[in-house]
T-cell receptor, first 114, second 114 residues
C-alpha cells in the first residue's frame, strides 16, 4: 500500500521555468516531509524538508508548500536549470518509538531542457 | 566530514545464495536505516538499527536481517536470494539526537540476482 502518492511521473520543463511536483498522503500521524533528489547511479540526497506546523519553506530556488487540511505538499523549483534534471522523491515519516521509517513516493523524473 | 559509504558497489549472485552488504555511517551519526529501491521505484524501508538493536522494521521477510556494530557501522544480510531481490540497496544514517532526525543516504549497492 502506497502511503505517499506522487505526481506527475515525469516532467519536462524549459530552462528558467518553474517545476512543480505534487504529493498526497493519508496518514495524519506523519509529521515530517522531506524531498530527495537522486541522480542516476547515486543515492538520494536530502533537498529540503518541512514540518506540518508551517505552510511553506523556501531554500534558494526550492520551495515546499504544505496544505495540512488537504494532506498535500508540493515542491516548486524556480528558475529550473539543466543541472536540476534528476529524479525527485517526496517522503513522509511519523516519529515513533519504533524507528523513523521514511515512506517514499514513486518519484518524478524531471528533465530541464536548454 | 565523511559521508555514508557502502560496499560493495555492485554484486551479482545466483538464486538461493546469501549476500552481505556493508555500510559506514556518517561521522556523528548513531542510527542506520536500510532501504530497497527497485528499478523505477521509490526506496522501501527494510529496517533501522539504533544502539546495535533493531528499532523498526518494514514489510520484509525474516531472511532479511541486519547488524549494527559499536562504531555504528552496519550490515544487511539476505538469505535464500530470490530474483525479486535484485535492486539498489541503500543505507541511510542519522543522529537520533537531532531535532529532525534527517536521514542521509549512501550511494547504494546494486545487487543483481540471476
Amino acid at each position: 500500500q502506497q502511503q505517499v502518492k506522487q505526481s506527475p511521473q515525469s516532467l519536462i520543463v524549459q530552462k528558467g521555468g518553474i517545476s512543480i511536483i505534487n504529493c498526497a498522503y493519508e496518514n495524519t500521524a506523519f509529521d515530517y516531509f522531506p524531498w530527495y533528489q537522486q541522480f542516476p547511479g547515486k543515492g538520494p540526497a536530502l533537498l529540503i524538508a518541512i514540518r506540518p506546523d508551517v505552510s511553506e519553506k523556501k531554500e534558494g530556488r526550492f520551495t515546499i508548500s504544505f496544505n495540512k487540511s488537504a494532506k498535500q505538499f508540493s515542491l516548486h523549483i524556480m528558475d529550473s536549470q539543466p543541472g536540476d534534471s534528476a529524479t525527485y522523491f517526496c517522503a513522509a515519516r511519523k516519529d515513533s518509538n519504533s524507528g523513523y521509517a521514511l515512506n517514499f513516493g514513486k518519484g518524478t523524473s524531471l528533465l530541464v531542457t536548454p | 566530514e565523511t559521508g555514508v559509504t557502502q560496499s560493495p558497489t555492485h554484486l551479482i549472485k545466483t538464486r538461493g545464495q546469501q549476500v552481505t552488504l556493508r555500510c559506514s555511517s556518517q561521522s556523528g551519526h548513531n542510527t542506520v536505516s536500510w532501504y530497497q529501491q527497485a528499478l523505477g521505484q521509490g526506496p522501501q524501508f527494510i529496517f533501522q538499527y539504533y544502539r546495535e538493536e533493531e528499532n523498526g522494521r518494514g514489510n520484509f521477510p525474516p531472511r532479511f536481517s541486519g547488524l549494527q556494530f559499536p562504531n555504528y557501522s552496519s550490515e544487511l544480510n539476505v538469505n535464500a536470494l530470490e530474483l525479486d531481490d535484485s535492486a539498489l540497496y541503500l543505507c541511510a544514517s542519522s543522529a537520533a539526537s537531532s531535532s529532525y532526525n534527517e536521514q542521509f543516504f549512501g550511494p547504494g549497492t546494486r545487487l543483481t540476482v540471476l
